[in-house]
Each structure stands twice: as C-alpha cells, then as structure tokens.
C-alpha cells in the first residue's frame, strides 16, 4: 500500500483533544526492545539485518493491534514518505535514513508505530493527545505484552531489558511529553524552569527529540533513567513534573494578561498580521508566530479561529507536508512562497484580534 | 583545543553544549569526527548519548584489558568508539568495566521493572526456592528437623513449578539466552 494514502489527513489529526491540550500536546511512550540471539542493528552485517527484519516483522504486523495498518520495509520508502513519517513523530531521523533491512509497522489510527532494526531491533512508540502518559504506557504496555508470544526479548534477571545502548537499558523506556510553552518563553522564565525540569532527572529537548532546538515554544520533557525505576514510579514522576509545569505555564500567562497585556496583545497581533499577510514565509518564523496564535486562540482573543486549524497549518507548514500538499518537489525559497501562500488562504478570513472590553 | 574523541588528535573546530542533569557539558570535535559523530545535521545529533558515551569510555579505559565478546567478537575499542554494545552478550563479557558506568548513567544497576511473562514465573520460582533452601538451613541450624523435613518436602514439590511448566535454569540465572528457546 502507499504510504500517503495510508496516512490519516493532516485535518484528521490536528482534530484530535486531549486533556490539558492548552499546553501538553501529545503524550509519548517509547520501548527499546531485542530479540534473543542475534547482533543488535549497529552491529549486524546487512544479509543478517535483512534476516532479522523479516523475522521480526511479520511477528509485529499480525498483531491485533496493527490489524488494518501499514507495514512495510524502509527500502522501497521515497525521501518524502520519509520525511512525512518523521514531520508526524511517527519515525525517528535516524531511522528515515535506513534503507533495506529496516522495516516499519504503523496502526491504522498512527497511534502505535514501530521501528524495526532502528537502533535496536525494535523500537515502540505509542503516541496520544494531550496530557495521557498513563493511558498510552497501558497502551504500549499490553502491545508489548502481546508481542511476548511471538518474541523471545533478549532480558537479565539483573539488567532487565537489553538495549544497544546502556542509556535505555532495565526498563527501556522513555516518556515523554510534548509542551507549548509560550507564557514561560515571553516572561523568561523557560530557563528556570528546563534547569528546574532537569535537575529531577529529565532531559529537556526541542521539537523532533535529541539535539533539535526549541522551535514553536515547544518543548519536550523525557525521562533520561531507565534501571533501577520501574515504569509506573517514571511514569509517575513525568505526569507530576508535567503537571506541575502546567501550573507555573497558566501563571505565566496570567501574569501575561495582568502586567503585560499591551507587550502580548502587539506579539500576537503582530504575528497574525505577518502570517494572514506574508507572501515569503520560512518554516522557522511560521512555527514561532502559530505558537502565538495558538497562545491568542487559548486566551480566548480571536474568534473564530480554532486550534484544530492552527495545529493542522503547523503541521502543513513542515516541509515535506508542504512538498505534499503542492504534489511536487520544492526547493526551500519555493516552499517559503507556498507556505505563505497556505496561511493567508486560511488567516486572512479570520478577522483580527479581538480583545477583552 | 584538540578533539576530545578518543584516538584524535586534531584541532576541534566544532563546539556543543548541553544541559545533562543540570551540568552544563561542553564537547569539541574535530569536523572529521563531528561528521562521524552526525553533528554536521545537528538534528540528527545524539548529543547527550555522545556525552553519556563519552564519560563511558573513559569508565571503560579502567576495566581490566582487551576484552572481546564471543558472541559477536565485539570488542571494547568498539564500545569506546560507538557507546553501543554489539548483542545481549556484550553486557556479560563486559559486566565489569559496565558496572560504574550503569551506576552513574541510572538509579541503579538492579532491574525493578516490568519482566516478560514467561520469565517472571521463572523468577518467581527462583526466589521461592532461594527462600525455601535458606529455611533449610537455618532448621538444620538449629536442629529443628521437623521443620527441616516440612521445608524439604516444600523444596521437592517446587521441582515442577504451578501452571505452564517451565524449564527450571540454574540459580540465580543471569541468561540473556531465549527462553522458549526454539527458533530464534
């Protein structure tokens, strides 16, 4: 089947809430996983990593959970599919790079995707809106369970789980959670608070995981210990810390309102006129000012603008969306246009800022 | 200022920083090992395993000697150069020059999380009988041989443990082996 007619609309999945969607995006589990008795990828010849693939792949894409979804090996995959993958989080970078003897099997929903022969020989990602780091661990929980009977997993009574590398060894697993953090990045406080986040022991990151920067005031907090924590205390500690940034985030933007509604009002504005009007607009400057909208949308200042709309621009506006969308190859100064293009067809309709009496 | 990759002894010309549990970490490459390392596409960069795997090395240099995995014939020059091991093996060959890297890297170095099903009735097993063969003795101890019988006649009908029979593996098994064994 063809990825892109696999792939759920980019209006599908920018409709779907959560809970505390006002700043937690989405919530994310990740598993590291390998089977008994063969070479982890990095290590393995390719005829062996071509070998493990197939066994291992068909063993993921019977599973009830994948039933109805997409499984294919990384080979046949075009640039673009690939970049689509990773723009959704389905994927990681690292893994779009991979070629024959890698492998990816994704749900019909997208809400469970796994890598084959990434890293390790697998990698789990369950993915769900808003604040649910509970509900998607039970969910990553019972598939990985379920895989049980089909996998040996290679596991020490002592070291738990084994994994490549020593980083995600015992349990495996990282949590995540994706946060928009507008209030704290406009009242300077982001630092305090990634400084604050790290010291319990998390590792904070920018949008598409290890080493990207902070774009779009997004943030995303993970665990970084993987032995001697079970998965339900790093759980727990997650959804707390996330919680508690919640908190210190509505502060921020109260505080915003309170002392500094004018400076907000004209950030805001400012960005809704360079987005409803621009004609040449990079990617980077159209993440940073949807963030404000979305910021503006969630303080109740526009009307008739929604988040949906504004996460699905954001999501369109990524480069190989953008490529799809046109149904032709962009250069980067060609995207910039059709980009710019895209937000005033949908922003110009909007009328302004609205504000509180 | 030369690279801080082990073996380079070029010029580093490429400089990162990162906050790892509130410490500030700095690390500076030279461009031929910055490309080797994927810091030339910055967001494919695993930086904070690059800084985690760089600590293990040197955690790695006071480890006794050259080993070599037999399994995969990994060997820890490898280890230093990628901060990955080669199989599930690698982490017995290497158990000692990995002991105080794991327990700076984690909370522990004792695994208290989820266990696959088929082993946790396994190792449930094994701690009833440690349990047991420690009441054993401690009834030989104090000649309470009543007791002694009652313990030894618990420890033979453990030799079958409940429901799916299990192959019962030596004490305080560590096998990284397979455990329905078979295809894999």
């Known amino acids: 089947m063809e990825l892109q007619k696999f792939l759920s609309s980019t209006t599908e999945l920018a409709g779907h809430e959560g809970p505390q969607d006002h700043v937690v995006l989405s919530s994310r589990v990740r598993l590291a996983r390998n089977v008994t008795g063969r070479p982890f990828p990095g290590r393995a010849k390719k005829a062996s990593r071509v070998e493990t693939c197939e066994f291992i792949q068909p063993a993921i894409a019977a599973a009830s959970a994948m039933r109805g979804g997409f499984s294919e090996s990384m080979q046949p995959l075009q640039a673009l599919d690939k970049q689509l993958l990773v723009e959704r989080h389905l994927i990681s970078r690292e893994h779009a790079a991979k070629g024959a003897g890698s492998g990816l099997v994704l749900s019909k929903d997208e809400t469970l995707s796994v890598m084959i022969n990434e890293e390790d020989h697998l990698r789990m990602q369950a993915l769900l809106p808003g ?3 509970k509900q998607v661990w039970q969910k990553m929980d019972r598939f990985d369970t379920s895989l049980e009977k089909k996998l040996d997993f290679a596991f020490d009574a002592r070291l738990g789980y084994l994994t490549a ?5 015992g349990t495996g697993i990282r949590v995540s959670a994706m946060l928009h953090l507008p209030g704290l990045v406009l009242t300077d406080q982001v630092n305090q608070i990634v400084q604050a986040v790290t010291k319990l022991g998390h590792a904070v990151r920018g949008l598409y995981g290890e080493g990207t920067e902070a774009s779009g005031h997004l943030f995303q907090v993970s665990n970084q210990m993987t032995l001697g924590e079970s998965e339900a205390d790093i759980i727990e500690r997650i959804h707390k810390v996330v919680l508690q940034v919640i908190e210190h985030e509505e502060n921020a933007r109260q505080t915003l309102l309170r002392t500094k509604a004018k400076e907000l ?3 805001i504005g400012r960005a809704y006129g360079t987005l409803a009007h621009a004609h040449i607009v990079s990617s980077k400057e159209t993440m940073d000012k949807l963030s404000l909208l979305r910021l503006g949308v969630k303080l109740e200042l526009f009307k008739g603008l929604t ?6 621009l954001f999501l369109l506006s990524q480069p190989a969306h953008m490529q799809e969308l046109v149904g032709e190859k962009l250069s980067g100064e060609e995207r910039d246009l059709h980009r710019a ?9 909007v009328k302004g800022l609205k504000l509180p009496e | 200022m030369q690279c801080c990759q082990p073996d380079c002894e070029n010029e580093a010309t490429v400089h990162l920083t990162e906050i790892v549990d509130g410490q500030m970490k700095k690390i500076d490459l030279c461009e031929e090992c910055a490309k080797d390392q994927g ?18 090395a040197s955690e790695m240099e006071s480890g006794s000697g050259e080993l070599e995995c037999p399994a995969c014939g990994f060997a820890q020059a490898d280890f230093k150069k990628s901060g990955r091991l080669g199989c599930s093996d690698c982490y017995a060959t290497f158990a000692e020059p990995l002991e105080g890297m794991l327990k700076q890297m984690h909370k522990g170095t004792q695994h208290v999380g989820k266990v696959p099903k088929a082993l946790r009735q396994e190792m449930d097993f094994t701690k009833q009988q440690q349990q047991l063969e420690k009441q054993l003795s ?9 007791q ?30 397979g455990v329905k064994g078979g295809e894999v």
């Open chain 1, 131 to 133: 604040l649910q780091v």
């Open chain 1, 165 to 169: 590398c020593p980083t995600n060894l």
């Open chain 2, 39 to 56: 810091v030339t596409d910055p967001k494919g960069f695993a930086l904070a395993d690059l800084l985690l795997g760089l600590g293990a």
């Open chain 1, 341 to 349: 293009d895209l937000l005033r067809k949908h922003l110009s309709k």
């Open chain 1, 307 to 312: 988040t949906p709309l504004l996460d699905e």
């Open chain 2, 148 to 177: 002694a019988a009652l313990v030894r006649d618990q420890l033979r009908g453990l030799d079958v443990p409940p429901e799916e029979p299990v192959e019962p593996k030596a004490k305080g098994t560590k096998s990284a082996k």
């Open chain 1, 265 to 267: 009002y004209n950030h």
């Open chain 2, 138 to 146: 401690k009834a030989i101890e104090t000649e309470d041989y009543e």
